[in-house]
């Protein structure tokens, strides 16, 4: 009879060779991405995204080394030794309790010992020295913190970015084939006018010579969409594979109602930045104090050639002060406020470039949405004008240099209202960005 936990193990290995999705990784790339998507997946696959949660465990790493300071210090030594010398071979004679009265003093003999050791050191004063590296790699833990929420942040940008520029580019190449396509139709109208000779020679070739214009732009804007999906794919961390967008998906991201800059990671970066050069400073400044440690040890010592052993220890404190060390200390304490001053200086340079930046993202987007609206005007227009072009050609009282301009025109303008479209998303979410939110509200 089976046992009842083998039989369930086996009804589980059943069920997930029988359901591919049970088996399909978590993080396998969807077949048609929508921004949102894009941005949970680069976080997690990215290259830089990895880059930064190593800088991370960098950091933490220095913590723990700092706190290593607060504890004490045990170690343990064993030595064998040999020796001639009267000193040390009285003092082997001393410590295994060999000592008899007929000793001489000045030749007591060759003698051997075998020593094992155990010390313990704890400095428990050092002038705020090691409080001074823990709070320093507390704050650079969380200057890492912050980077690594940048790096992401400029991610999800570049995602949302490399996301519209293939929607612009699809759009792109679909006014690029119904300009083929209109083309096209025009020069089969202008053939049939030209058999029956209601039509110009002339005519009819600059129609020609316009229809292979209009492939050649549609095989460069195919070339542009191929290039933009790469560096999609390069962004996310994949080095192959389709790239399908999903039509049905929402990735209106909300225009931004706060102004304020404060949340922006790279300025908490800093801030944390400066106050671990404080910290610096407070780290040199111990330079100036003394120290003070306390130790123990317990020594068992024993002769190997002579029979006799004897165990021993020793406790005590330690006081250490520098009364001049060349004024090492004070050009330490110089270098540490001079790096800090400079910092505070380019936390000043940043506030003010990020500042710079969101009054330039929230101009940008009055612009893209204006010219937003210009350009679905002109499309609309332009396409009307070309469909009357185009009867009137069919009628022969248009000439074909005519029509030509009005499909060109009517190109230009769809193609401008896909700048604009993707242009406008663009600008949406670098506001987002230099105000210091999320693309889609994702934690860091």
Same mark, same amino acid.
């Given at each position: 009879?089976?046992?009842?936990?083998?039989?369930?193990?086996?009804?589980?290995?059943?069920?997930?060779?029988?359901?591919?999705?049970?088996?399909?990784?978590?993080?396998?790339?969807?077949?048609?991405?929508?921004?949102?998507?894009?941005?949970?997946?680069?976080?997690?696959?990215?290259?830089?995204?990895?880059?930064?949660?190593?800088?991370?465990?960098?950091a933490e790493a220095d913590i723990r080394a700092a706190r290593a300071a607060f504890?004490?210090?045990?170690?343990? %030594?064993?030595?064998?030794?040999?020796?001639?010398?009267?000193?040390?071979?009285?003092?082997?004679?001393?410590?295994?309790?060999?000592?008899?009265?007929?000793?001489?003093?000045?030749?007591?003999?060759?003698?051997?010992?075998?020593?094992?050791?155990?010390?313990?050191?704890?400095?428990?004063?050092?002038?705020?020295?090691?409080?001074?590296?823990?709070?320093?790699?507390?704050?650079?833990?969380?200057?890492?913190?912050?980077?690594?929420?940048?790096?992401?942040?400029?991610?999800?940008?570049?995602v949302v970015r490399a996301f519209h520029t293939i929607r612009q580019a699809e759009?792109?190449?679909?006014?690029?084939?119904?300009?083929?396509?209109?083309?096209?139709?025009?020069?089969?109208?202008?053939?049939?006018?030209?058999?029956?000779?209601?039509?110009?020679?002339?005519?009819?070739?600059? !129609?020609?010579?316009?229809?292979?214009?209009?492939?050649?732009?549609?095989?460069?804007?195919?070339?542009?969409?191929?290039? &933009?999906?790469?560096?999609?794919?390069?962004?996310?961390?994949?080095?192959?594979?389709?790239?399908?967008?999903?039509?049905?998906?929402?990735?209106?991201?909300?225009?931004?109602?706060?102004?304020?800059?404060?949340?922006?990671?790279?300025?908490?970066?800093?801030?944390?930045?400066?106050?671990?050069?404080?910290?610096?400073?407070?780290?040199?400044? &111990?330079?100036?104090?003394?120290?003070?440690?306390?130790?123990?040890?317990?020594?068992?010592?024993?002769?190997?050639?002579?029979?006799? %052993?004897?165990?021993?220890?020793?406790?005590?404190?330690?006081?250490?002060?520098?009364l001049f060390d060349g004024r090492r200390t004070d050009a330490a304490v110089d270098?540490?406020?001079?790096?800090?001053?400079?910092?505070?200086?380019?936390?000043?340079?940043?506030? !003010?470039?990020?500042?710079?930046?969101?009054?330039?993202?929230?101009?940008?987007?009055?612009?893209?949405?204006?010219?937003?609206?210009?350009?679905?005007?002109?499309?609309?227009?332009?396409?009307?004008?070309?469909?009357?072009?185009?009867?009137?050609?069919?009628?022969?009282?248009?000439?074909?240099?005519?029509?030509?301009?009005?499909?060109?025109?009517?190109?230009?303008?769809?193609?401008?209202? &896909?700048? &604009?479209? %993707?242009?406008? %998303?663009?600008?949406?979410?670098?506001?987002?960005?230099?105000?210091? !939110?999320?693309?889609?509200?994702?934690?860091?």
């Open positions: 009879m089976v046992p009842r936990p083998l039989l369930l193990c086996l009804c589980c290995l059943l069920v997930l060779l029988a359901d591919p999705a049970a088996s399909t990784p978590t993080d396998a790339p969807p077949d048609r991405w929508t921004a949102e998507q894009a941005v949970q997946f680069a976080r997690a696959h990215s290259p830089d995204a990895h880059a930064a949660r190593e800088r991370i465990r960098m504890f004490p210090q045990l170690g343990v %030594s064993g030595e064998y030794s040999r020796t001639d010398n009267p000193m040390y071979s009285f003092g082997n004679i001393l410590n295994q309790g060999q000592f008899t009265s007929d000793i001489d003093f000045n030749d007591p003999g060759i003698t051997d010992t075998l020593q094992a050791r155990a010390t313990l050191q704890y400095r428990f004063y050092n002038g705020g020295h090691d409080r001074a590296v823990l709070a320093a790699a507390d704050e650079r833990s969380q200057a890492a913190g912050h980077d690594r929420a940048a790096v992401f942040a400029r991610l999800a940008n570049a759009d792109t190449v679909s006014a690029r084939q119904s300009a083929v396509a209109a083309i096209t139709a025009s020069l089969e109208v202008a053939q049939a006018r030209f058999a029956a000779g209601t039509l110009l020679r002339e005519d009819l070739l600059n !129609l020609e010579v316009q229809q292979a214009r209009a492939e050649e732009q549609r095989i460069q804007a195919r070339h542009g969409l191929d290039l &933009a999906r790469r560096g999609f794919r390069n962004l996310l961390g994949l080095s192959g594979g389709e790239v399908l967008l999903d039509a049905t998906g929402s990735d209106v991201q909300k225009v931004p109602d706060q102004h304020a800059t404060a949340g922006r990671p790279e300025l908490v970066a800093m801030a944390a930045a400066v106050r671990a050069l404080e910290a610096e400073v407070q780290k040199a400044t &111990a330079g100036r104090r003394p120290s003070a440690d306390a130790f123990a040890s317990y020594q068992t010592e024993t002769g190997l050639e002579h029979d006799g %052993s004897g165990n021993s220890w020793l406790a005590g404190m330690r006081l250490n002060y520098t270098q540490a406020t001079a790096r800090l001053a400079g910092a505070r200086a380019e936390q000043r340079k940043l506030q !003010l470039a990020v500042d710079l930046e969101a009054e330039q993202a929230r101009l940008a987007l009055a612009q893209e949405e204006e010219r937003l609206k210009v350009t679905a005007r002109m499309v609309a227009a332009a396409a009307e004008s070309a469909r009357l072009a185009r009867l009137r050609f069919t009628e022969g009282v248009l000439l074909a240099s005519d029509l030509i301009d009005t499909e060109n025109r009517l190109t230009d303008a769809r193609i401008s209202h &896909a700048l &604009a479209t %993707s242009a406008r %998303s663009i600008a949406v979410a670098d506001l987002r960005r230099a105000v210091g !939110l999320g693309q889609f509200n994702e934690e860091n």
